[in-house]
Nanobody, 124 residues
Framework: QVQLVESGGGLVQAGGSLRLSCAAS????????MGWFRQAPGKEREFVGA????????YYADSAKGRFTISRDNAKNTVYLQMNSLKPEDTAVYYC?????????????????WGQGTQVTVSS
């Protein structure tokens, strides 16, 4: 049973930084793609970025490029989302997701497993 547990959310001022973590368990994730999504109130869940566990290739939404960085720690089975230069519009619940395979999807339906989410609030 795949389990994803996010942590690291909180309240931060505009311009600040946060690092989210996604602890993954229940599988060997070397053949998985790990994605980060976010959902603001009243909006659809949107793609932030993703990483192929094998090889570490990363992909980002335009809104995240240059500010956010995704990485993984094989020893800890953990994926990270480092968020810098945060803006109030980054306020959302952030979710970690996973799917088996090498195709990187930017849509929620492309992922089979989801964490419970962690709230990020950026004040102006």
């Amino acid at each position: 049973q795949v389990q994803l547990v996010e942590s690291g959310g909180g309240l931060v001022q505009a311009g600040g930084s946060l690092r989210l973590s996604c602890a993954a368990s229940g599988r060997t994730f070397s053949s998985y793609v790990m994605g980060w999504f976010r959902q603001a109130p009243g909006k659809e869940r949107e793609f932030v970025g993703a990483i192929r566990w094998s090889g570490g290739s990363t992909y980002y939404a335009d809104s995240a490029k240059g500010r956010f960085t995704i990485s993984r720690d094989n020893a800890k089975n953990t994926v990270y989302l480092q968020m810098n230069s945060l803006k109030p519009e980054d306020t959302a619940v952030y979710y970690c997701a996973a799917h088996l395979g090498m195709v990187v999807s930017s849509t929620p339906t492309g992922y089979n497993y989801w964490g419970q989410g962690t709230q990020v609030t950026v004040s102006s």
